[in-house]
């Protein structure tokens, strides 16, 4: 009933073009916060005007024609059917118009490809169906996820605001510094796309891209991946918070500091129940998408977990599926990708949810001892 | 000139006549059986497509999932996508050339008929199999009609296979007709016929022929090679084994793109056809339209890339397909000012045929200034993969190839049927699909700018207002073609006798023989002054 008010509501709103909490008829791209994308915008006008007023003068003739010309009103037809001037005048001025829109065209395009003497280098990998951030001359990195809840997508739940683009780690960046991104992929294409700094770019497995951003005004920046890359296409979003130089470099003590801490986790000793309520966090961060929360999967592409031999017998084979993946499936190496703590807890985890009830527990050292002895 | 067309049974009566039944449409070599059943069967996967993209529209209505699940929905968008480019618009245009062009070059039928034949016959095969993918476990394709590498290798569904296979039918299907079709233009033109006397359709056709065998070898080829790297271990587009993910695109786009002309060029023939005979006057410029889509053509080879602006190409090569692109505006330029001057100071008159090919030239121009937006690289790293672009191809595609062959049925109905359709209903049909077409594909030309990603099952709540009146229009649009349908079959039970030459400012030679054809026409060839 409440879909059924809700779609009422939306369209009544749609036909009387009224504002309401969720109307918003823009209709033309941002300028944005960079001057890449602000000359990108100029280039984008001025080509749009120069195509309406084209079409003011050939549409105006035409309606002129369509208007007086007309059998109905007594017209008779003329019997002209070539005119060498004319048609060369109309071939030239065209012409014209196109090198004069290729010289700006031109500037902005070699601007966009001078990636030189960046001050930070962040090097982006698209996932199935996440983005990773490594800063490589800090030496951290962390995965960004879409944070929507599932009950907001399948309508159990009002949406916010910025439903389906808004992540649990954005991507933080100063402002006024030239930062240069590295783009790949772990699996499939991906397409890093953020409109108001005028950057997409395509994540291709084995190469490794190149373009830039020196963003102007502090604020969160939201866009989403542009290539078809897979069920979760839609669902993964790029979120980039632009912050002050002090904010910055705080925020990166931070994160180092965060990583350090996490790497003496590994050698923690760990309870069963620890690692169980990990497990249910990263299990439904990193697996869920695929093998759903209740571990029945979608067979026969992603297959289910729950009562599966490789997570109710042998160790050994389930550290090897989960660590370096299936090659020539969907099945992710996730021994790059998650920390050893992450993986001992996702491990334990789906040994012991949905029955499985196995009792087994992977620690972290065991992991790190399965990878080392790789 | 025997026996007509005609299913009544008493009408065979002469020693050529079509054979009765099931049999007469399985073993037929006649080039007008085939046309129809080209025409039949196109119209069949338009409304199978058009099913599809009302699924796509219903799940788009509104934010959220409510209808179907995201791996569904790219089946569907990848389906619609094959349906509509493979089945609907170019079957429909090797129907249009089976029925037309040896009417209007004076031909008994197509060179090779028995060829005819079986380039018909394979097309059901072909897309029986590639429906049946639906049914299968794992799903059907859910890649994009555009399969790129390696989500459609590594990470493709099992049914994958039956997709390549599929392909290399339908391929093998089309360059038999094109070898038709050139076969017939050079060898059967009725004397005095010469090159530049051909009717513009004949001519579009025959330019279009050559591209289809040109680049459907290297759809076949690249279809292959993903078979190769899914059965038999090797790595073209896989990076893991040294192959290149952006090789796919390359090879893919070096077919897709003159691909996007075979499916405009045949429409662009028909209403240099029909704009002339409603306005009463000669065609304007009729050579510079010969060698404007002839330029067209040739372009079309050397600017596949701009499909790829944001691949990470070198900043040349980015600038060469940036140029090759822009100057292709200038020979489709020149086409539309000669439509336009065709129009001016005629006597026109607006029956259905005229209406949807006014619409064409129209709404093609406006795909057109979006396609040289597009062009602009730097600007098309904003519209890149968003709503923008599938506005575009939807307006060059949609009131262009489509309404174009609208505008061809409406056209050459009374020549197939003996019969006039409803004038009032054809009417009615075009302003239908001419409002709710716009309804549905302008929008998103707002919603690409406002920054939405294409081929997502869900969105964010800033779309979902353009979205609700795109999927209005959609439904529309949808619907309208229902009376499509009734208003053929109306038409070839009955209605007002149509003469020889319905329409007063026609020309060529189709409309001096008797309507409906004749079964065989043109057995003694005619002479063209």
Same mark, same amino acid.
Do not use: I, R, S
């Given at each position: 009933m409440r879909t059924k008010a809700m779609r009422v509501g939306l369209f009544t709103a749609a036909l009387s073009l009224s504002q309401s909490a969720l109307a918003d008829w823009t209709v033309n791209m941002a300028p944005g916060v960079t001057n890449v994308s602000r000359d990108i915008y100029g280039l984008h006008m001025t080509i749009l005007w120069i195509c309406v007023a084209i079409g003011v003068v050939v549409f105006g003739v035409m309606f002129w024609s369509i208007l007086a010309h007309r059998k109905s009103k007594g017209y008779k037809p003329a019997n002209f059917h070539e005119h060498t001037w004319v048609e060369i005048t109309w071939t030239i001025i065209p012409f014209a118009i196109l090198v004069a829109m290729a010289i700006p065209a031109t500037a902005t395009l070699l601007d966009m490809y001078d990636t030189g003497e960046a001050e930070i280098d962040v090097k982006v990998t698209g996932y199935q169906w996440k983005w990773k951030y490594d800063y490589i001359n800090e030496e951290f990195g962390y995965f960004s996820n879409l944070s929507t809840p599932k009950d907001e997508i399948y309508n159990r739940l009002e949406k916010n605001e910025n439903y389906l683009l808004e992540v649990d780690n954005p991507l933080v960046l100063p402002v006024g510094k030239k930062v240069r991104f590295l783009m790949t992929a772990n699996d499939v294409i991906h397409s890093w796309w953020v409109p108001a700094l005028g950057v997409k770019k395509d994540a291709i497995p084995g190469f490794i891209n190149e373009t830039w951003a020196k963003i102007e005004e502090p604020g969160i920046y939201r866009g989403q991946c542009t290539e078809l890359c897979g069920k979760d296409h839609g669902f993964m979003p790029v979120v980039v918070k632009a912050v002050p130089q002090e904010e910055y470099d705080a925020w990166v003590q931070e994160q180092i500091a965060m990583a350090e801490k996490e790497r003496e986790l590994a050698s923690k000793d760990w309870s069963l129940d620890e690692l169980m309520e990990r497990g249910e966090q990263v299990y439904n961060t990193a697996c869920a998408a695929c093998h759903q929360a209740d571990g029945s999967g979608t067979p026969p592409a992603f297959p289910a977990l729950a009562g599966s031999p490789i997570v109710t017998e042998e160790i050994n084979a389930h550290l090897d599926v989960v660590v370096n993946g299936v090659s020539g499936t969907a099945m992710q190496a996730f021994g790059q990708q998650l920390s050893e703590v992450d993986l001992a807890a996702v491990i334990t985890y789906e040994r012991n949810a949905w029955g499985n009830d196995t009792g087994d527990m992977v620690t972290p050292k065991e992991v790190l001892d399965y990878k080392n002895a790789q | 000139m025997s026996a007509v067309i005609d299913t009544h049974d008493h009408e065979h009566d002469h020693h050529h006549g079509p054979a009765k039944g099931f049999s007469r449409w399985l073993f037929t070599t006649n080039h007008k059986d085939i046309g129809t059943m080209y025409l039949i069967f196109s119209f069949t996967m338009f409304l199978l497509g058009g099913a599809m993209a009302m699924v796509i529209r219903s799940e788009l209505f509104q934010p959220g999932l409510q209808i179907v699940e995201p791996e569904f929905f790219n089946q569907m968008t990848t389906m619609h996508g094959l349906i509509m480019v493979f089945g609907a618009v170019m079957p429909a245009f090797v129907g249009l050339a089976n029925w037309m062009i040896p009417l209007m070059i004076g $031909? *008994?039928?197509? $060179?090779?008929p028995r060829m005819n034949n079986w380039s018909f016959w394979i097309l059901p095969a072909a897309f029986a199999m590639l429906v049946s993918t639906l049914f299968m476990s794992g799903g059907a *394709?859910? &890649?994009?009609? =555009?399969?790129?590498a390696p989500l459609s290798t590594t990470y493709g569904p099992p049914s994958t296979t039956f997709f390549i296979f599929a392909v290399h039918m339908m391929g093998i299907s089309s360059i038999m007709g094109a070898i038709n079709v050139i076969a017939t233009i050079l060898n059967l033109r009725a004397p005095g016929m010469t090159f530049m006397k051909m009717p513009l359709f004949v001519w579009t056709w025959l330019i279009t022929a050559f591209l289809l065998i040109a680049v459907m070898p290297v759809l076949a080829g690249v279809v292959t090679m993903m078979l190769m790297d899914i059965h038999f271990g090797t790595s073209f587009f896989n990076a893991g084994g040294g192959g290149d993910p952006v090789l796919f695109q390359h090879v893919f786009w070096f077919f897709g793109h003159p691909e996007v002309y075979i499916m405009i060029l045949p429409a662009f023939g028909a209403v240099s056809e029909i704009i002339p005979a409603f306005s009463r006057k000669r065609l304007f410029g009729y050579a510079s339209m010969v060698y404007a889509v002839g330029a067209i053509a040739l372009l079309s080879f050397v600017v596949w890339a701009h499909h790829m &602006? =944001?691949?990470?190409? @070198?900043v040349a090569g980015q600038l060469f397909f940036m140029y090759c692109t822009m100057l292709i505006a200038v020979p489709t330029g020149v086409k539309v000012f000669n439509w336009v001057a065709t129009m001016f100071r005629g006597a026109l008159s607006f029956e259905a045929p005229m209406l949807f090919a006014v619409a064409f030239v129209i709404l093609f121009t406006i795909g057109g200034f979006s396609g040289l937006m597009l062009a602009i690289a730097p600007a098309d790293f904003q519209y890149h993969d968003t709503y923008f672009v599938v506005a575009h191809f939807h307006y060059v595609l949609v009131p262009g190839a489509i309404f174009g062959i609208f505008a061809s049925a409406y056209y050459w109905l009374p020549k197939w049927t003996g019969h006039m359709y409803d004038e009032t209903l054809g009417k009615t049909h075009f302003w239908m699909s001419f409002i709710g077409m716009n309804l549905a594909f302008f929008p998103m030309h707002f919603l690409g700018l406002a920054g939405m990603p294409r081929r997502i099952p869900d969105y964010a709540l800033q779309f979902a207002d353009f979205n609700m009146i795109s999927s209005i229009g959609a439904f529309m649009f949808g619907a309208t073609q229902l009376l499509f349908v009734y208003i053929v079959i109306k038409c070839v039970r009955g209605g007002e006798k149509a003469a $020889?030459? @319905?329409?007063?400012?026609a020309e060529g030679l189709e409309w001096t023989i008797p309507s409906p054809a004749p079964y065989h026409t043109f057995a003694t060839p005619p002479e063209v002054k």
């Open positions: - | $031909a *008994p039928d197509m $060179a090779l *394709p859910n &890649f994009g009609w =555009t399969f790129y &602006f =944001t691949v990470g190409m @070198p $020889a030459k @319905p329409w007063d400012g």
